[in-house]
């Protein structure tokens, strides 16, 4: 195992044994270890207090109430954290979510029976022996066994586990989604009934794990954990309104409820993109509010998208979503039933463009392809790839913005002997419309002559 630990972690570890405190590799570090799969974070535990820490760390900082030193290391050119947590025991958890009371701890035992699951409840020890480092596992829940087991367990009484802090009922759904491991029954019990004390916890927090969850390979998964756990009720309930709701017509291709479908469209989706993946998921979630019946008694949606993009809106707001990535989700709902025929012009293609955003192109085609696939049609028509085909075509020019004419506003003004204002806008956009139509007419001589006739 010591050959899967960077250097720069050695030499944190030596230091901290050279100062004769104890130290211990804890966490996620040593359970992906155990599973040989790649550490993003570094995490330790110390019997050294935060105070005694920063004076071994001078580059150290300290400004929590929870005993963790951050310590800036630099692992093959990634710049990232480590943490340093001193042992510590918590009590009193009013808040569903943090302690009220932090004590240090006077060993390893103390601060693992604190932890979450037992696959994150081990810690490794490093021993030095002249040159050599000798390890030594500390299991007392016996989280080797789980993960051997693939197995998601409380540690100890899962009863309380989830009482003290409430983030842990995704945190289990969101490993179990990563590790593709079960849910050990008495653990996934007391999720389904402690599902409710989700609401104590951020929007924030909620939004990144989730987001976890729609970057794994098993995201649909998760989301179908999420539901029978009855944390989706709190998180998207949105969501489950597509239970039940048929999508059936003669000679259509959607066979499932507006529910399966999102979920099959998230399964099937190309991006790797969590955002692009929970667009996805969410992309027809107006679909019931915009469900009617047509003169033949047959269910239809109209507008579903417009009524869509207004819900995620909501969606994103309420778990604060960045604006960015709330206008990207929007963005793809809004225009995902874009149409797609033989017949479309280069300058139809062209205000697709720039309706959508050329930044958005790819992530328009993988929300096509998860929406067919998720309804149980090929990846690709003819259409659909000739549209692809027209559109690459367009964007080799990408002459999309009043920005890619061969003149500006300058241009216009030294013309016409003019100042700056409206008018010089309004003569802009006329050019850049009658450019978009042929990009051929795209040259400063022809556009200096056309700005003295629109004068």
């Known amino acids: 195992m010591i050959k899967l630990i960077p250097e720069e972690i050695l030499k944190i570890y ?116 002249g040159q050599q480092l000798t390890t030594n596992l500390i299991d007392p829940y016996d989280g080797q066994k789980d993960i051997a087991n693939k197995l998601i367990r409380a540690v100890r009484n899962p009863k309380e586990r989830f009482k003290e802090d409430a983030l842990r009922l995704l945190r289990a759904v969101r490993i179990a989604t990563e590790l593709f491991f079960i849910i050990e029954e008495d653990t996934w019990t007391e999720i389904i009934s402690d599902a409710p004390l989700i609401t104590n916890v951020s929007k924030e927090r909620i939004r990144i794990e989730l987001l976890r969850i729609l970057e794994s390979e098993y995201a649909h998964e998760g989301i179908m954990l999420l539901k029978n756990a009855n944390l989706l009720d709190y998180i998207l309930p949105e969501l489950l309104t597509g239970i039940g709701i048929s999508q059936k017509r003669p000679g259509r291709h959607h066979t499932d409820d507006v529910f399966t479908h999102n979920i099959l469209s998230l399964k099937f989706c190309p991006s790797k993109d969590p955002i692009v993946r929970f667009a996805a998921l969410i992309h027809d979630v107006g679909k019931p509010k915009a469900m009617s019946k047509d003169k033949d008694n047959l269910v239809i949606f109209h507008n579903h998208e417009v009524t869509g993009a207004k819900i995620a809106a909501e969606i994103c707001e309420r778990l604060k979503f960045s604006k960015i990535d ?34 958005n192109v790819k992530d328009m085609m993988d929300i096509r392809i998860a929406d067919r696939l998720g309804s149980n049609r090929p990846a690709d028509s003819w259409r659909l790839k000739l549209f692809k085909g027209k559109i690459e075509e367009q964007l080799k020019p990408a002459k999309f913005s009043i920005n890619d004419l061969a003149i500006d506003g300058h241009d216009i003004m030294k013309e016409l002997n003019m100042k700056p204002g409206p008018k010089i806008g309004e003569i802009l956009q006329k050019l850049f ?18 700005i003295k006739e629109l004068d």
């Open 14 to 129: 030596r230091e901290m044994q050279e100062a004769n405190f104890e130290a211990y590799l804890v966490g996620g570090c040593v359970r992906n270890m155990l599973l040989k799969k790649p550490i993003k974070d570094w995490d330790m535990t110390t019997n050294a207090t935060p105070e005694e820490l920063l004076k071994i760390f001078k580059d150290g900082f300290y400004d929590n109430k929870y005993g963790t030193v951050g310590l800036p290391i630099d692992i093959s050119g990634q710049k990232q954290v480590i943490e340093i947590t001193t042992f510590r025991t918590e009590h009193g958890y009013s808040d569903r979510r943090h302690p009220a009371e932090i004590s240090w701890g006077k060993s390893i035992e103390e601060d693992l029976a604190r932890r979450d699951f037992t696959i994150n409840a081990i810690a490794l020890k490093l021993t030095a022996n």
């Open 326 to 359: 709330k206008e990207r989700v929007v963005n793809l709902i809004r225009w995902h039933m874009f149409g797609v025929n033989e017949n479309q012009t280069d300058n139809a293609i062209r205000r697709f463009i720039r309706k959508i955003g050329v930044e």
């Open 433 to 450: 419309e009658e450019v978009d139509r042929n990009l051929a007419k795209n040259n400063k001589e022809y556009l200096l002559k056309r």
